[in-house]
């Protein structure tokens, strides 16, 4: 009809066999005016194909109960006529291109096999639909009423169980489909014909309708077009010309990734800029946008036609959520509030556990607590400590927000009682999953959302800017309380759970950005002069703390330090002013901050930290306790990163004797010292004692924490790094071994760009090397060296040192000059690495070390012996005694002074 109506249009009453001359001209113009209804058609056909193809499906799949001879022609007959549908398309398509009034000739011609095609989606014996109803109040007609149709057609009296019987006892094959079968209050078997003379085609996004199925799969699960697909539905429906360039395909993707590759949104995508609303590079912004316009009209009772089009694409959502409301039982305002807090979290891999661990881990934080008080009242508190204790008391009390916490009731109350109602959660998740809301994955027990509804649900009208606010912070409350701080949550488990949490924390903070920004300018325009009064600001109290901090935990372990660092850094601000750094929790979150600094590599914000911290602790704890010991511990590790080795010995080895006589050795505090202890031997070049430490602290830790546990890999690498030193050649393959399982679990625990992976895949290379596999340590390092430029910075402590590495198989494969080229910006970049030894700080001059060799390579005596004299001055300046690199770089001086000798006198060489 639509068809016709064009044609009628460009054609007039004349009809379509009028082709005067005179008639042409006109045609033409009317027919430039109809582009837009024509791509329209063309994005209706390709649904229909769409159809037809799941149709093919169906009916294919009925083989193994079907007569042979009968499906074989049902199924010829279908492939005929999606082969026919697909050559119109395609034929079609090619004609838009040519021109549009050529294509109106030729298309002309093409009606009656249109026509043919929609007669045969009619001309099935019989086919019953739960038609959608956008009303209020109103799902889905029930269908009665559609098989009176059918019973009509064929002249019986117009009742669902005359059209029932009739297709019971007919002979011939028929296919009932069943489609939008999504309310549960309707017993689908309650409709099915008797005897199996025919097949029934169910769709359905309520997955509760798959104990229908028969088949040997059940069911077909389908979540949205091809990634190709898509994109090129939006640039037909977009009528951009082609050929597409890099750019544009790239831009659609994007657009389609965010629309969820949903085919009506996408179309309606496609139409906003083809109307020019937008461009393609553009159309993520203005969406945005245009929801924030949406929102605030708010007139659901008057919608512009625009709109109406905007929104159709969530018309269906809107009816399940107001389903929900309705019912008005425990479940529904459970999965309400569910599906509020889940908008704010990342769609994808909302784990159960995030909701269990809410409401578990108060009572391990309060067991905790109640063991650090008792610790606390044997030890007496100085005046200090107790005004400090005091005030913040106070303070917490008047910051305590009276009114019950942002957090959804189940877990509200299951955190009074101390345990989890999980039948009542279970129910609630399942309300959703019956109107395919989410998705439950069974295999880790997550759930997951469509990115449009998920962008839905906190973007809808009904949700205003202060409720958003309330459920983002649900959100993010929720996330802090499923987070244990140390020393709680150091297991495996905890590990992998603040693993796979990191994309909700950062996209609940984003959505928090985004509303407190809303908030201000509604708050300027109401009141411009409102926010000059004091106190109208965000309120940073005890509970933001908390958060920051086991946000920055996730930060922290997933290697993203930048963020880490913002959120330490804003805790301590506040603990420091209310507290004071003689408190234990501001030393806490010191520590933590000084953890940061010391994996970015700035180990002198890090030393001045910490020693501030330590002598704050022994004039609280005193020299025997064993936070005060763990603070001395990592001070020492500071010391080694600074290079200062005897001074992080020294550290080292009373924080472990101190926490062996409090814990003994089977603890992980005290193996921790141990490896710390060891990892500084081993710098110190006393390779027996190092390997005997990391050895005993390897074993401890694998029997305690778990072999896979990030610092029992730690351990490991660090022992498998003083084997290949001692270099007993025997051990070389049980090294290459180790290494590449401590690559691979923490590629697989912590991502393949995660800083501590690429630092176990640049020593990997090493024991490549060692054992001559030239090539491949080079290719490992290179590929190290490209993620660490990016993400952590080519000046960073790290990346240096892998420059360092490739610098040095380059010179195993005799590529000299790159590697001097390497060398030397290296030792550039390395003079600033601490300001203690100025020009002197091992790592640079071990560089030093390996340059001179490039040059004794290249024959370049001078320059070697050169850069001989300034290591071995730099090596006297840091040692008190001979350093062992010393002697070595000593030897090569006498042997390049030597082949500089000969090289002068080419008589004395034949000599010899």
Same mark, same amino acid.
């Given at each position: ?62 083989? !193994? ?184 395909? =790239?831009?659609? +993707? ?98 159960? @556990? ?99 509804? !998920? ?50 924390? @950062? ?162 505090? +005290? ?18 004692? =190092? ?97 660490? @430029? ?123």
């Amino acid at each position: 009809m639509q068809l016709e109506e064009i044609l009628h249009a460009i054609w007039g009453e004349i009809g379509l066999d009028s082709t005067g001359k005179l008639n042409r001209p006109s045609k033409v113009l009317v027919s430039r005016d109809k582009p837009g209804e024509l791509q329209m058609l063309r994005d209706n056909l390709s649904i229909e194909k769409q159809n037809l193809k799941v149709l093919l499906i169906g009916i294919g799949l009925y083989e !193994h109960k079907a007569s042979q001879d009968t499906f074989d022609q049902i199924s010829a007959d279908m492939r005929s006529l999606n082969r026919k549908l697909e050559a119109e398309i395609v034929t079609l398509e090619s004609q838009l291109e040519i021109g549009i009034e050529s294509y109106l000739d030729k298309y002309s011609q093409k009606l009656a096999t249109i026509v043919r095609l929609k007669q045969f989606r009619t001309s099935v014996d019989s086919v019953a639909n739960f038609v959608s109803v956008i009303r209020p109040n109103v799902f889905f007609n029930i269908p009665q009423p559609t098989y009176a149709e059918i019973a009509t057609q064929v002249r019986l009296e117009p009742n669902h169980h005359a059209a029932m019987h009739w297709l019971s006892s007919c002979k011939e094959r028929w296919l009932l489909i069943i489609d939008n079968a999504d309310d549960l209050s309707i017993k689908l078997d309650d409709y099915f014909p008797e005897r199996d003379r025919g097949n029934i085609l169910i769709t359905t996004r309520n997955p509760a309708q798959k104990v229908y199925g028969n088949l040997e799969c059940g069911f077909f699960d389908f979540e949205g077009m091809d990634k190709e697909e898509a994109t090129f539905l939006l640039l037909r429906s977009a009528m951009l010309p082609e050929p597409w360039d890099a750019d544009t395909l =790239a831009s659609a +993707t994007k657009i389609t990734e965010q629309l969820g590759r949903l085919v009506i949104a996408i179309i309606h995508a496609g139409a906003t800029i083809r109307n020019g609303l937008c461009t393609l590079k553009d159309y993520l912004g203005f969406y945005d946008k245009d929801w924030g316009r949406i929102r605030r009209t708010r007139r659901p009772h008057h919608p512009s036609e625009y709109d109406e089009k905007y929104l159709s694409a969530y018309a269906t959502f809107e009816l399940v959520y107001c389903s929900l409301e309705q019912r008005r039982t425990e479940s529904s305002e459970d999965a309400i509030q569910l599906l509020k807090m889940f908008s704010f979290l990342y769609f994808k891999k909302i784990r159960f @556990d995030i909701l269990r661990k809410a409401i578990t881990n108060l009572q391990i934080e309060k067991a905790q607590q109640e063991e650090a008080d008792q610790e606390k009242k044997s030890r007496p508190l100085a005046w200090n400590q107790r005004y400090n204790d005091l005030r913040l008391s106070i303070l917490g009390f008047i910051a305590h927000n009276r009114g019950p916490p942002a957090l959804p009731s189940f877990i509200r109350e299951g955190r009074e009682l101390g345990v989890l109602d999980e039948p009542r959660v279970r129910y609630a998740l399942s309300e959703l999953i019956q109107v395919s809301l989410i998705t439950h994955h069974e295999a880790n027990d997550s759930y997951s959302i469509h990115p449009l509804l !998920h962008i839905w649900v906190r973007q809808r009208p009904g949700m205003s800017t202060s409720e958003q606010a309330v459920w983002s912070q649900a959100a993010a409350t929720t996330l802090a309380h499923s987070i244990l701080l140390p020393p709680l949550g150091d297991n495996e488990a905890d590990e992998l759970f603040r693993k796979d949490i990191l994309p909700h924390v @950062d996209h609940v903070r984003s959505c928090q950005e985004v509303v407190e920004r809303k908030i201000l300018e509604n708050r300027k325009s109401r009141w411009p002069r409102l926010n000059d009064w004091p106190g109208t600001g965000s309120r940073f109290g005890q509970a933001q703390v908390v958060l920051y901090v086991k946000f920055s935990l996730v930060y922290a372990q997933n290697g993203r330090w930048e963020d880490a660092e913002e959120l330490q850094l804003a805790a301590k601000r506040y603990t420091e002013s209310v507290l004071g750094l003689n408190h234990s929790v501001t030393r806490r979150i010191t520590l933590a901050l000084v953890g940061t600094y010391w994996n970015q590599g700035r180990g002198d914000e890090a030393a001045n930290l910490q020693d501030a911290v330590a002598k704050a602790s022994i004039a609280s704890l005193g020299p025997d306790n064993a936070e005060m010991l763990m603070t001395m511990d990592l001070l020492g590790r500071t010391r080694w990163q600074q290079g200062r080795y005897t001074e992080a010995r020294v550290l080292h080895q009373q924080a472990l004797d101190g926490l062996i006589r409090l814990h003994g050795t089977a603890h992980k505090d +005290t193996l921790t010292a141990m490896c710390s202890l060891g990892q500084t031997l081993a710098k110190l070049c006393d390779l027996d004692e =190092a390997s005997r430490f990391l050895q005993e602290a390897f074993d401890g830790m694998c029997a305690i924490l778990g072999p896979t546990h990030l610092n029992t890999l730690a351990a490991k690498e660090y022992l498998a790094m003083v084997i290949l030193k001692i270099g007993e050649k025997s051990q070389f393959l049980t090294i290459l071994e180790m290494m590449q399982q401590i690559f691979e679990c923490r590629t697989k625990k912590l991502g393949k760009e995660h800083p501590h992976t690429l630092h176990a895949m640049v020593n990997l290379a090493r024991v490549k090397t060692a054992l001559g596999q030239h090539s491949q340590a080079e290719a490992l390092v290179r590929q190290g060296l490209q993620i660490a @430029d990016r993400n952590l910075s080519k000046n960073h402590t790290w990346t240096l040192m892998g420059r360092g590495i490739l610098a040095n198989i380059l010179t195993c494969e005799s590529k000299l000059s790159e590697a001097e080229d390497i060398l030397v910006d290296v030792i550039e970049q390395q003079r600033y690495l601490s300001s203690y030894w100025g020009d002197f700080h091992p790592d640079r001059l071990h560089a030093m070390a390996e340059l001179a060799h490039c040059y004794r390579l290249q024959n370049r005596y001078d320059e070697g012996i050169r850069m001989c004299d300034e290591t071995i001055d730099g090596l006297q300046m840091i040692s008190m005694k001979q350093h062992p690199l010393e002697r070595k770089i000593k030897a090569q001086r006498i042997e390049m002074m030597e082949m500089k000798r000969r090289e002068k006198d080419p008589r004395k060489q034949q000599i010899e």
